[in-house]
């Protein structure tokens, strides 16, 4: 499945743009800026699954790292400082990993 048959090619085009600068990714404003925020937790869980790229059931730190480009293939991959805190704000169990219900809190809230 491809992201753009959830969300919006040009949102998805203009929320990468926004954060093309090294450190300047921020997870929440990103899914804002893409739209996910106003989709259903049930597309939220597709994305979900289309980010969680070895079918674990979440996405860990090095997944984290490469997540604008599971959105736009050319886009950077995350600093350590970004992918860091990134994992911080959604992994509310500790576990070093994101699960969907963490992942859908994070984005709908």
């Keep these: ?3 753009s048959s959830i969300l919006s090619a040009d949102a998805i085009a203009n929320a990468i743009k926004d954060c093309q600068a090294p450190d300047s990714f921020c ?42 480009q599971r959105f736009c293939p050319g886009a950077r991959v995350l600093t350590d400082t970004e992918t860091k805190t990134f994992l911080n704000a959604a992994d509310d169990d500790s576990d070093g990993r994101i699960g969907v219900d963490e992942f859908q809190a994070m984005v709908l809230s």
């Design 27 to 68: 997870p929440k404003k990103f899914f804002q800026d893409c739209g996910l925020t106003k989709k259903s937790p049930q597309d939220v869980r597709k994305v979900f699954g289309v980010l969680d790229n070895d079918g674990s059931g979440y996405i860990e730190e090095d997944e984290l790292k490469f997540i604008l």
């Design 1 to 3: 499945m491809s992201l």
